[in-house]
């Protein structure tokens, strides 16, 4: 049996996967990334887990690594990652490569994502495809006639960085108005408190740094301000979705990630938007559906592409 | 020589090609639209046309039929043009065929040109290329892996629908601030005489009702409203191209249409927004151009696409 790694870095844990050729998972788990220590230190602590993990080292026959950011798959390179401060200009590949000793690809983790959604998740069998993960920031993915598509750069599918609202708030990237700076995890936070402002009342009712996991709960015990807030966001997300359908003309877009943990909170004003604003009925019949495979998403995804590299070569 | 002939068909008039194998134009000509006559009498007006060429009737393999609107290629089908009032719901194709005796395809106008520039000009030899369409309505059109790219509903591609100012004018297509509310031809004529008004001037500086060929004689000798105008209108079409950039990462980007001919009026201004707005340098390498086919990029494209199905066929 062919098992393959996929090795999903985020700015706090590793998850770590252990995928056939069908796209099961045969193992998983868990491990700190501690970016500070450095790729080669994270390199090496995979492999100890390899190590110990049931399949074995040396079982594995190739290993796939997203993390977020801008990451050149051709090159094998990581240029910058928003969540692992000091990784710059890393040769991703060539770090996992020696470390674990088989051949490696590295992805960017929305994209990962996309993959894996399209392969085994919410976009099964279809030709062309959208994945966004809404969470601190907002990735995407984009699968045209069943391929990730990268862009001549490498780097398409930004759509967290598409400018919807060009007078909007200031976004990490610099720009005013992109999605991120209007649905990311911190916008939808900040909504919601200047609504209860707003309508008189303190942010205490969510705890003094309300999480969106706290006002998902608290709209779905009947909050009629984060309930708001979530509409709010989710008209945002619609007016982003409607240009994907305008520019791309996907079979679905599916939304995942923590944020997408609201659900139809967020998604059904999302699709009343998509409705409203789309210019014909045939553009309207794409389907807005959450993401299926959770945060295992990224490593199946990874794990899936480095298994077509590596049938390729072969 | 295999010829085909482009129809591209306009609210006033039907431009003609006849197109070799090569792309290489064998003769053109233009006759009326009369679009309340219906697209029967304007099929026959084309089949007169060609009876009267140097190419003669029955001399043809083929015909590409395209105009502005959502065209459904696949079924044969217009659905609706901003241009040709009355014309809904017309099987184009169907039309063109009795009319003509020959294989048609029907394509969007934009979508043509796109195909075209990239088949005969600025994309040449390009993996990925976006092609925007500046007139009275903003057309684009997408190519992805040398091919044009519908996506799943037929409609992609529509650029000049996609939202880049949520909180911007009023579009013809019910939204506000799409990219064709901000840079249409009209939008350009109001912002110049917006300006003008601001500066303390009156609108007589360029005529009474003033068009943006006029506004562009008036920039390029020295007129600095007209010029601001211009400067403006390309600032939101650099934020509409970096979307691109960030979506679709396509090696060029070119620009035609009758509002392109104010050049780099609005082109460089719009780089400079590009250059500010994308979030790396691999992805400011895109090549922001002029297109090269000016008004006969569409009757090329859509002759092309209609040879490349007369060969599928064979």
Redesign the interface.
Known sequence: MTLILGVDIGGTDIKLGLVDGEGEIRGSGKISTRPAEGPEAAAARVRAWLAESAAGAGAIAAAGVDCAG?V?GERGFL??SPNLVGWKNVPLRDVFERALGVPAIVENDANAAAYGEWARGAGRG???FVCLTLGTGVG?G?I??GEL???????????G????????PLCA?G?R?CLEALIGARAIVERAIGMLRGAGGSGNAWGDSPTVEALSRAAASGDAVAAAAFRETGR?LG?AL??????????AIAIGGGVAGAGDLILEPARATVRD?V??G??A??RIVPAELGNRASFIGVSLLALGRLNERR
Request: hydrophobic share 45%; charged share 15%.
């Open positions: 801008l050149d240029h910058v279809m030709k062309n995407g984009v045209v006639n598509y990268r862009g001549s750069s490498g780097f398409a599918g930004e759509i960085h598409a400018v919807i609202s060009a007078d909007g990237c720009n108005g945002w007016i409607a240009n994907v359908v305008h520019i791309l003309a996907p079979e604003c210019m014909d045939a553009m019949s794409v």
